[in-house]
């Protein structure tokens, strides 16, 4: 029983898998990325990691934020017994969107009342035509 016991950790050890969630905004991602490689979390993950700020960083919104258990990240949560689990969270910003064929478009401050209501039917045109909603900055 013993040697079969010895034969089937390894096993174990290797088919546990590292933990990786990505949320998808659909926002054209830029090369800005804001990275947190140790966000500290505890019990297992029930004591979340705190937010990770970044309208500072990301003006533009956010594209696409990844959070994973990395193998360092594994070895420190099973050395302490899951009290301290961190965690690799992964932020990438969208990039700025133009108004020529990205979804957005910009009313200027000294803009009259007729080309505010224009630029909205704009955008409904643009929506309706991609599907997609169309943002609409002031």
């Not at 505890?42 to 960083?57: C, D, M, Q, W």
């Not at 017994?81 to 992964?90: F, R, V």
């Not at 969107?97 to 401050?109: A, Q, R, T, W």
């Amino acid at each position: 029983m013993r040697k079969i016991l010895f034969m089937l950790l390894p096993v174990a050890a290797i088919s546990t898998g590292c933990y990786h969630a990505t949320i998808d905004t659909g926002l054209t991602p830029s090369g800005q990325t804001v990275e947190r490689p140790w966000a500290h979390s505890f019990i297992y993950g029930l004591v979340p990691p705190s937010t990770v700020e970044t309208a500072a960083r990301c003006p533009n919104g956010v594209a696409r934020v990844e959070t994973q258990l990395s193998f360092v990240n594994m070895v420190a949560s099973g050395l302490t017994w899951g009290i301290y689990s961190p965690m690799t969270i992964t932020v990438q910003c969208a990039a700025r969107s133009d108004g020529n064929g990205e979804p957005m478009l910009i009313i200027p401050e000294a803009t009259s009342a007729e080309a505010v209501v224009r630029i909205f039917n704009e955008a409904v045109e643009k929506s309706r035509a991609s599907g997609a909603a169309v943002l609409v900055q002031f």
